[in-house]
């Protein structure tokens, strides 16, 4: 079991930057694949970054490849998610998810716990 602390949520400007942190308590950070899920207000929560456990592989959401970046830190046991060329459409409260199952990375359904979110906000 891990406990995941999201940080970093906040208002910004279209076309602004914003860095999210999730820092993690517990047992064998290294083990964990690490996701990053959001969920606007009436809509389902959906994907949008993961890394493998050692970092080596990376997978983005189309609607948000190219803008953001994931990386981990297994040292510092935290795994950030960089955001640039933000969109109003990137409005969400993002979630920081941690996954030792296998199965695909894209579904929520295999992330075995979760951070409480943390808001942003992209203003137009």
């Known amino acids: 079991q891990v406990q995941l602390v999201e940080s970093g949520g906040a208002l910004v400007q279209a076309g602004g930057s914003l860095r999210l942190s999730c820092a993690a308590s517990?047992?064998?950070?290294?083990?964990?694949?690490m996701g990053w899920f959001r969920q606007a207000p009436g809509k389902e929560r959906e994907f949008v970054a993961a890394i493998s456990w050692s970092g080596s592989s990376t997978y983005y959401a189309d609607s948000v490849k190219g803008r953001f970046t994931i990386s981990r830190d297994n040292t510092k046991r935290t795994v950030v998610l960089q955001m640039n060329s933000l969109k109003p459409e990137d409005t969400a409260v993002y979630y920081c998810?941690?996954?030792?199952?296998?199965?695909?990375?894209?579904?929520?359904?295999?992330?075995?716990?979760w951070g409480q979110g943390t808001q942003v906000t992209v203003s137009s």
């Open positions: 998810a941690a996954r030792y199952s296998s199965g695909s990375y894209f579904q929520s359904s295999n992330y075995n716990n």
């Open positions: 517990g047992r064998s950070f290294s083990n964990y694949a």
